[in-house]
């Protein structure tokens, strides 16, 4: 049976695919989690392996990463670092590709790399944070694109 590793499996999106894969049974499932908690012992409980790590550090994703078919992800916008989410997908595909992952899905939005096209895309009620957004999310499509892993 292939093993699929859900990073965001705490999450609305993540959380809903953990569920429909656990239903599905055709894959060994692993979570990435950030540390131990009432939520990793519950999926423990339903077979789901817990691997801790960071998404900002490449080593623990690469271990998460072991023996691993496929990736799904989904990156939450954080502001603390403008760049974050950018880096974060960077090292998400970094370690997929030295670990020779063979399926990589990203949860994002759709027309990511558009957003200028958008009507009011340059009125000032748009915000630092709105346009930031938008950059962030472009970046990481742009990186899943230039990668080597089926996406």
Known sequence: MKR????GSSGNQGGEVMKELLKRNKYKLRALMRKESAFSEDLKSKGVEIVL??????????KAMEDVYGVFSV?????????????????????SEKQKVQILIHASVARAGDEENFVDWKKE???????LYWKNKRGS????????IPH
């Open 125 to 131: 009620h748009r915000t630092p944070i709105y346009h």
């Open 75 to 95: 990156l939450a916008a954080d502001y603390s670092d403008p760049e974050l989410e950018i880096k974060q997908e960077r090292n998400i595909v970094e370690a």
């Open 53 to 62: 790590g960071n998404l900002n550090d490449e080593k623990s994703l690469e």
């Open 141 to 148: 499509i742009e990186i899943i694109k230039k990668s080597k």
């Open 4 to 7: 699929v590793l859900v990073i």
